[in-house]
């Protein structure tokens, strides 16, 4: 009771008085044991007495040597202050960049105001360890939803707490591929710094709260019970500002998510060997696949980032339409027909080798998980299918590969072809190792244009258009590429990557303008060096980032099916497709797994 002023004769102090009272004779007594203490160091330094160490005054007890204790006092609100304010935020932090406004942070939180009960409840050593549990638990709550921000602005989706790690040394090599090693060390030691800061910075202000409370444990009672009220009142009658509800338990949401999350990561993997044991072609005769297309050069070629959005976006739907549309028009004069519709992918933004796996499997490849099961498996792809025939040699063209790439037997690929077998040595172009351009004139100098060849089946992977974007490339010369050197003064004067992605306009632009180069230098191949036996269906992996997207197209991208023998598309004229390059609005959808077994059934015997 030592911190209660004595009541004054023949006057009865009413509580708050009484707290305030004791507030004030609290801090005249703090600042008399701080004087007491500062008398003591000074007698022992008279004295001579321990070391110098032993008689140097703890940083607590120099702060209020240096400081009135008017200013000892507003410094300690300050802080206090500021603690509030961090332990608050945390609290109301969306985990969408979208979602981060004024009106996010005006509302009530469920979680605040019980655990601000919990702490009044407990005795004092529960108290402090539950202060610092709790403080320590919403740091990493606050960093996971830091983490979801970046996973909804590259995937659209939140971070997997099962699935994803093995995406985090990708975004990393993406970060040096990108920006360089100096960037890549900014960003990694940067993110590190963030995840320590927050974990300190919650623990610490939670504990500071947890004390202020119990120094005025009834105002902090009374002011828990008028929140509790306030926020059953708010539930109860629906109160709003700007449309975002004022009473919320988002924490308790946004944790429960993530529990269902994690246990459907834990049971994906037996979901997933369940779905991989059926396979309607496992038993077929090899002699009876793919007889359709018996003598053809098939090409299977994945533009980078091609999504619906590159279609139907106001930003890009005037260029790339006119791409599609000049390209269905100079084909046709050169005798080729096409046939186009939609697939949903299974990614969005990044994880091509996800939707490639997918396609060519015919299974759902959504998570790196499933890649690994996959790849380590005998499920056969549609690659695979081809060269068990025995009918084709089947290649692949993989400019975006720079190191040992073992799933390349595992797709069915007798010869692939990286970044480093191309015979490109001209400078990168950011992410891009080689100019889409370059990369199918030299799969024409490799195979497709070698004499006394048989059919060809190649996997073929437009890299151009990854993001981000920039420097970008133009058409050339298809006689003038020679080794790529020509590139060295178009990528010397593009633009900078930092400088376009934090411009959403410019960043769309560069897209726009990646993309349109990609279906040129395709469009251009074909026309140059197709022939009655080429076939080309080629197919966008996945949509690009929501800030290009902005929410247009959901996971669909195009795919088109490109011959000049009619008897090839009239195999497929079932399925509803828009005749040319690019597919109706309408146009049938499909999931991107169910191409495979179509596409087999069309063609086989």
């Known amino acids: ?196 800061a927050l974990l300190a910075l919650t623990t610490l202000a939670m504990v500071r709260i947890a004390r202020l409370m119990d120094a005025h444990r009834r105002r902090a009672g009374r002011t828990a019970v008028v929140l509790g009220t306030a926020w059953i009142t708010c539930v109860t009658l629906g109160v709003q500002i700007a449309g975002v509800p004022v009473a919320t338990k988002g924490n308790t949401e946004f944790l429960g998510n993530r529990v269902a999350q994690v246990r459907a990561g834990l049971r994906d993997a037996e979901v997933f060997e369940r779905q991989a044991a059926v396979d309607a072609f496992a038993d077929v005769p090899p002699g009876e696949l793919l007889g359709g297309l018996r003598g053809k050069d098939v090409l299977f070629t994945f533009v980078e980032s091609y999504g619906r959005t590159a279609i139907e976006h106001p930003d890009s739907a005037a260029r790339i339409g006119a791409v599609l549309d000049g390209g269905t028009e100079s084909l046709a004069a050169a005798g080729f027909g096409a046939r186009s519709g939609w697939l949903r992918s299974p990614v969005t933004g990044a994880g091509s080798w996800l939707a490639h796996s997918t396609f060519l499997s015919g299974l759902w490849i959504k998570n790196q998980q499933r890649y690994r099961t996959l790849t380590t498996s005998d499920r056969s792809t549609l690659t695979r299918y081809f060269r068990d025939t025995g009918a084709w040699r089947t290649v692949g063209i993989v400019p975006g590969v720079r190191r040992a790439w073992p799933e390349g037997a595992y797709f069915g690929l007798d010869h692939v072809y990286d970044s480093e077998r191309l015979g490109y040595h001209g400078p990168y172009f950011s992410w891009t190792p080689v100019p889409d351009q370059f990369a199918l004139a030299a799969f024409e100098r490799l195979e497709h244009g070698r004499r006394d060849r048989g059919p060809l089946m190649a996997e073929i992977i437009l890299a151009s258009s990854h993001n981000p974007w920039v420097p970008g490339t133009r058409m050339l010369d298809w006689d003038a590429l020679g080794d790529g050197s020509v590139y060295e003064e178009m990528a010397a004067e593009g633009e900078d990557p930092e400088d376009v992605l934090a411009d959403a306009d410019r960043l769309r632009g560069a897209y726009r303008e990646s993309v349109a180069y990609s279906l040129t230098s395709l469009v251009q191949w074909l026309e140059r060096y197709g022939d009655d036996d080429t076939v080309l269906v080629f197919l966008g992996d996945h949509q690009p980032v929501p800030a290009v997207t902005d929410g247009r197209g959901g996971t669909d991208v195009p795919i088109t099916v490109v011959a000049r023998d009619e008897k090839v598309l009239d195999r497929i004229a079932g399925w509803g497709w828009t005749p040319g390059l690019k597919p109706a609005e309408d146009a049938p959808v499909w999931r991107m797994d169910a191409f495979r077994n179509r596409f087999l059934t069309a063609y086989g015997e």
């Open 1 to 196: 009771m030592s911190l209660f002023a004595r009541p004054r004769p023949r006057q009865e102090p009413d509580a708050e008085e009484g707290e305030d009272a004791g507030a004030a004779t609290g801090d005249a007594t703090e600042a008399g044991e701080d004087a007491t203490e500062a008398a003591g160091d000074a007698a022992e330094g008279e004295a001579g007495t321990g070391t110098e160490a032993d008689r140097a005054p703890s940083p607590r007890r120099r702060l209020h040597l240096r400081l009135s204790p008017r200013a000892a006092r507003r410094v300690g609100l300050a802080v206090t202050v500021l603690a509030g304010l961090l332990l608050y935020g945390a609290l109301l932090l969306p985990n969408r960049v979208e979602r981060l406004s004024a009106g996010a942070f005006l509302r009530l939180p469920a979680e605040g105001i019980l655990l601000a009960a919990l702490l009044l409840a407990l005795p004092a050593r529960a108290r402090r360890i539950a202060a610092v549990v709790s403080g320590a638990a919403l740091g990493l709550v606050t960093v996971l939803k830091l983490v979801d921000m970046g996973f909804y602005q590259v995937l659209a989706r939140p971070f997997d707490l099962v699935l994803d790690w093995e995406l985090l040394d990708g975004a990393t090599g993406y970060l040096k591929e990108s920006f360089g090693r100096g960037g890549q060390v900014l960003v990694v030691t940067g993110a590190l710094v963030l995840l320590v």
